[in-house]
């Protein structure tokens, strides 16, 4: 079965100072996965994603992340935080073996960036 | 990216009426869309999957006929909650996807039963 873990479930950083927000999963066949950030009372955004191809994808807002075959990791990154970045993060897997396009979510990590 | 229109963004009701939420896909046509319910602080719950054609597929524990889900077009799904409570008050979340793309999610639905 698929599963997402966030282990963390608030992350306070400063401003500037680089962040990280862990995801690990669990899936049988090739894992697709997803970093989804939510502002209040809104939908989820797309950051980025990882099919298939180099471990370290960049997406929007100059984040990123890195997958780790071997942790099954997929822990979201910045350099220098902003306040601006402060929201909701929730990692997804979805199996990519399998004809169902299902995605599992994680419980969510609040980042708190301090000015 | 893609969009997906989600409406009404929030919605009053009384308790014993039925409300119909839409979701649309403005620039792809998505041959799937899921439905999720989000309780305060916590993560997205799926409710169901819907399929352009054909009945939905309800994740254990969902109601079928209360949450009637139509998908009737590759660009439209609706999720109507029949007579509804207010412990049915929540965020409601719709996203689609098409084969080769990520999901995209609408903006979000805060149903308020009184």
């Known amino acids: 079965a698929q599963s997402v873990a966030q282990p963390e479930d608030q992350v306070n950083v400063a401003e500037g100072n680089p962040l990280t927000v862990k995801c690990t999963y669990s899936?049988?066949?090739?894992?697709?996965l997803f970093w989804y950030v939510q502002y209040p009372n809104r939908g989820l955004q797309f950051l980025l994603k990882?099919?298939?191809?180099?471990?370290l994808v960049k997406g929007s807002y100059g984040f990123e992340a890195e997958f780790n075959k071997s942790q099954t990791s997929f822990h979201l990154k910045k350099p220098s935080a902003l306040v601006s970045d402060s929201a909701l993060y929730f990692c997804a897997v979805r199996d990519g073996n399998s004809g169902t396009y299902k995605y599992i979510f994680g419980t969510g990590t609040r980042l708190k960036v301090l000015a | 990216g893609a969009v997906v229109s989600q409406h009404p963004s929030r919605v009053i009701c009384k308790s014993g009426t039925s409300v119909k939420i839409e979701c649309r896909s403005l620039d792809f046509q998505a041959t799937t869309m899921f439905w999720y319910r989000q309780f305060p602080k916590q993560s997205l719950m799926l409710m169901a999957t819907s399929n352009e054609g054909s009945k939905a597929t309800y994740e254990q524990g969902v109601e079928k006929d209360k949450f009637l889900i139509n998908h009737a077009s590759l660009t439209l799904s609706t999720l109507t909650v029949t007579s509804a409570h207010p412990e049915d008050s929540s965020f409601y979340i719709c996203?689609?996807?098409?084969?080769?793309?990520?999901?995209?999610f609408g903006q979000g639905t805060r149903l308020t039963v009184v």
């Open positions: 996203s689609a996807s098409d084969r080769n793309t990520e999901a995209f």
């Open positions: 990882y099919i298939t191809g180099d471990n």
């Open positions: 899936v049988s066949g090739n894992p697709y």
